[in-house]
């Protein structure tokens, strides 16, 4: 998900849009705006995109980090101290660059926010009584998911020892409360001019985990679309990926990586791996491969570009 505006609300977006194809929640909510507010809020879009284009950086850095880990772990021990150093000092650079984007995503945040309160507050006057308390209710979820994403910012570890992933796990909580924060005034929106009317949401999708084929010497591709050094929840993965139907996870050097799709030619995955970006995930989605059920580390030790 590029984005013109955060991860959790374009996701929240995509379910709107399966649910009323005929309904573009971005374009709906851009029209019930005034001139200044449609200003600040396309001045939050570009500082967004600013964003993404550090997180995407970050992503780049942190696959040549996960590279030299695998690498490592096929040395010896002297050998392999070498190597997890340099890892170590890529995963700083990938905590300060994540860092940055997330201050970026703050700023942002506080824009749309700011936008979305009072064209919402101008909304909810001509309200019908019949939604009004649903719209009120994700207002008053919103403002204290908002409220919580500022705390967890003022409580950010500051002096000489802290290291940036410790400054990072904390930036990482706020912007996850940001992002709450904003779904929940799309989700006003929806009930205000009733996006979902004589609509059923889709129904949450579990998790289904698939062992890839193992047949001997069989090359398979898959697409990743997220990773953490923690598991992510099904409710997180489904603001990254809209439906988490056939979606697989593992557990590779400490790192729990998701991708979906089973692909015989890395042409498909490639291709699956565009429509899905083309939907908005852009953050972190790129085809990986297996070799006999093992993962690749360098893909190009199983394809080379004609």
Known sequence: MKKIITTAVMACLFMAATAQE????TEEIKKQLSSDELTRYENAEAIKAKGDNLMQQAVTKQNQSDKLKAQA?????????????????????VATQKNSAYAQYAQADREFYAVYSQNLENLMETCPANKRSSAESHISEAETYFANAEDRLKRVPTGKKITPLQIMKVKEEADKSFNDALDNYVQAYADILGWYDKKEEPKPQPVIVQEPPKPADK?????????DDKPLTIEYLRKIYPSTEGLNNELVDGIYRYSVGFFNTYEEADKARKEIIAKGVTTGVFVVAYKNGKRVSDISEVYTAE
Do not use: C, E, S
């Open 22 to 25: 005929n309904i573009n929640p």
């Open 73 to 93: 772990a096929k040395l010896k021990k002297g050998k392999a101290k070498k190597l997890n150093k340099q890892a170590d000092a890529i995963d700083d650079a």
């Open 219 to 227: 090359i398979i591709y898959k697409v990743q679309i997220a990773a």
